[in-house]
């Protein structure tokens, strides 16, 4: 996963590692995904964050390899 920097307005703050690898999230979900980028962003609440890949709202219970593939 990387953040682009047309994303600064909606992501503000530094992620970590930029590109993650999926190894990197600590979990399988998109949620553990979800919960490491409010983490090293300092965003607060995970639950007011969505994600969007492919222009795609992305189900939190998913797990990071399938919605990859």
């Given at each position: ?8 307005e ?60």
């Open positions: 996963m990387v953040k682009a920097r047309s994303n600064e909606f992501i503000p703050g530094k992620m970590s590692r930029n590109p993650y690898s999926s190894k990197a999230f600590g979990g399988k979900l998109m949620d553990d995904m979800r919960n490491k980028i409010t983490r090293d962003c300092e965003l607060g609440d995970p639950t007011l964050i969505e994600l969007v890949i492919a222009g795609k709202l992305v189900e939190m219970h998913l797990p990071i390899i399938a919605v990859f593939e």
